[in-house]
């Protein structure tokens, strides 16, 4: 079983930065073809950050790029971690913020960790 865990949110002020942190486990011996980010704000349906390949390639939603960056581990035990950079923070970044983790089009999602930013 699949379970990503998503780790490193919590409460800012505006223009600060958080840096968001998931590792899937039940992992050994695959590479997800895709990790990314996605969060839900209240009543606000859930939208895509950013995501990342296998590969590298990496995709942003616009209201991120210039302030977000995606990464993934790259060693053979962190190949399926992937981390969020987020700086620039403002209060319409906050959202409860889900890892997603995709292999052959199964999709597996953490519980979310909220990130709260202050004005």
């Known amino acids: 079983q699949v379970q990503p865990v998503e780790s490193g949110g919590g409460l800012v002020q505006a223009g600060g930065s958080l840096r968001l942190s998931c590792a899937a486990s039940?992992?050994?011996?695959?590479?997800?073809?895709?990790m990314g980010w996605y969060r839900q704000a209240p009543g606000k349906q859930r939208e895509l950050v950013a995501t990342?390949?296998?590969?590298?390639?990496?995709?942003?939603?616009d209201s991120v790029k210039g302030r977000f960056t995606i990464s993934r581990g790259n060693a053979k035990n962190t190949v399926n971690t992937v981390y969020l950079q987020m700086n620039g923070l403002k209060p319409e970044d906050t959202a409860v913020y889900y890892c997603?983790?995709?292999?052959?089009?199964?999709?597996?999602w953490g519980q979310g960790t909220q990130v709260t930013v202050s004005s």
């Open positions: 039940g992992t050994i011996g695959i590479s997800f073809n895709t």
């Open positions: 990342i390949t296998s590969g590298g390639s990496a995709n942003y939603a």
């Open positions: 997603n983790a995709s292999y052959y089009g199964l999709d597996s």
